[in-house]
């Protein structure tokens, strides 16, 4: 009877840390994905020169490094999350701008 209990204890944590260890930040992660969809469509119509992209590519990895740092421990907390999100429209707006500022990859 106490093994049943216990293999019941032990299967009921293990799928509650397992829900709270895969940290959840969907948003953050779909806002990633298409920033480097625009700027690799920037790259493909000529709109981004190589400098431009590089730049912004650097930007995406920061932004990566500063979510997986956040995820290290298992959960993200506002904070984290607050700084990672305003990083992102910052890199949103440099994305928009530098493909709008009428410099062309030659």
């Known amino acids: 009877m106490k093994a049943r209990h ?13 829900g709270t260890a895969q940290v959840c930040t969907p948003a953050i992660g779909q806002n990633q994905v298409r920033q480097q969809q625009r700027i690799h469509q920037g ?9 431009e992209a590089r730049q912004l590519k650097g930007q995406q990895r920061h932004i990566q490094k500063m ?7 298992g959960k993200v907390t506002p904070q984290e999350r607050s700084q990672i999100r305003h990083d992102q429209k910052r890199a949103n707006r440099q994305i928009a701008a530098k493909r709008h500022n009428n410099r062309d990859r030659f």
Do not use: E
């Open 43 to 51: 790259v493909q119509q000529g709109d981004l020169t190589r400098h």
């Open 67 to 73: 979510k997986q740092q956040a995820r290290q421990d």
């Open 6 to 18: 216990i293999l019941l204890f032990l299967l009921v944590f293990g799928f509650i840390a397992a």
